[in-house]
């Protein structure tokens, strides 16, 4: 499964960059060629943890008004059973092929998970919840709609806080030197 992974990601890696570099003449991206790359991948793990996230959600809906229970709040049990569930699918595959490790660094997994919850509790649960409320209370979207339209800003924010604080790696156990150049 690991090789057969890591194929996948260089594959789609190659077929994007002769898309982009070679065909577009994209040529500012092939500065940046890793950088992307890492972004897309976080999009393709998001796409996938969004179908979770999304199906986990509407399921607990429709078992809250089939058995006739937090009717008036679903939305937000949909989103919290939603977050449990997809940031633990999330995580895995991030860790594994999104955010890996530079040489030298090192990185707690039981610490980069913690800090992997606070991130998507502050876009999935907090912010989620109040864009929620807002779509659904105050412009009367679809609580079935109004997960989608989050998206549009939890995905960049979530993005930077992955990549700048959750899976940041360690060098010489957490402490970095001052170059004296």
Request: hydrophobic share 50%; with cysteine.
């Given at each position: 499964?690991?090789?057969?992974?890591?194929?996948?990601?260089?594959?789609?890696?190659?077929?994007l960059?002769?898309?982009?570099?070679?065909?577009?003449h994209l040529k500012f991206l092939e500065k940046r060629?890793?950088?992307?790359?890492?972004?897309?991948?976080?999009?393709?793990?998001?796409?996938?943890?969004?179908?979770?996230?999304?199906?986990?959600?509407?399921?607990?809906?429709?078992?809250?008004?089939?058995l006739h229970i937090f009717e008036r709040y679903d939305y937000i049990l949909g989103n919290t059973i939603a977050f449990l569930l997809s940031v633990l699918w999330s995580f895995y595959?991030?860790?594994?092929?999104?955010?890996?490790?530079?040489?030298?660094?090192?990185r707690s997994p039981w610490k980069a998970l913690l800090k992997t919850y606070i991130?998507?509790?502050f876009t999935g649960i907090i912010l989620s919840n109040i864009l929620s409320y807002v779509w659904i209370r105050v412009f009367g979207i679809s609580k079935y709609l109004a997960p989608l339209i989050n998206l549009v800003v939890s995905i960049p924010v979530n993005f930077l806080m992955n990549k700048l604080w959750a899976f940041k790696g360690e060098k010489n156990g957490g402490l970095k030197r001052a170059s004296n150049e």
């Open positions: 499964m690991e090789n057969t992974g890591v194929r996948l990601w260089e594959i789609l890696d190659k077929m960059y002769a898309i982009f570099v070679r065909f577009l060629w890793d950088g992307f790359m890492q972004f897309v991948k976080f999009g393709v793990v998001g796409v996938t943890n969004t179908v979770i996230s999304y199906t986990l959600n509407v399921l607990v809906l429709f078992a809250c008004a089939k595959w991030n860790s594994r092929y999104v955010f890996g490790l530079e040489e030298g660094e090192k991130s998507y509790g």
